[in-house]
């Protein structure tokens, strides 16, 4: 991601970068790859999925990780998972409307075990829900 790296001027802990796009436009795909890519450069990173389960969220970048179909491919499975699971990666396990109190907290504390430097909140509308909470 060099040339997106060389616009935000590199990864810089404790800032905030917000991407948007339409529905289907690729942004949770293309968040997934580029935190993998900091991942593999040693940034601890948070993911918290609103919209998107964990488990399909983790098959995905897995694939990705990998640059294989592991559902063609099974047989490499093994061998990429235990890779990826050396990555500073962590997730949340909150899914749909969720307070944004809890959010934060949790935040908080994943920054204090695993000293995390990169959040992502995927998807913002989805966390807080059509109510606004």
């Known amino acids: 991601f ?24 690729g942004k949770t795909t293309f968040m997934s790859e580029y935190s993998l890519d900091l991942c593999m450069q040693g940034v601890s990173t948070l993911w918290g999925s609103f919209e998107v389960k964990n488990v399909r969220l983790v098959k995905m970048m897995m694939k990705q990780f990998g640059l294989v179909n592991l559902d063609e491919n099974l047989e490499e499975f093994d061998k990429v998972a235990e890779k990826f699971l050396k990555l500073p990666l962590f997730f949340t396990t909150f899914h ?17 075990v695993h000293d995390i430097a990169h959040v992502i909140i995927d998807n913002i509308q989805f966390m807080v829900g059509s109510a606004g909470g």
């Open 96 to 112: 749909g409307t969720e307070e944004v109190e809890n959010v934060l907290d949790a935040m908080a504390h994943a920054v204090y």
């Open 2 to 25: 060099e040339h997106l790296n060389s616009t935000l001027r590199g990864f810089r802990r404790g800032e905030m970068t917000v991407m948007t796009g339409r529905t289907g436009s």
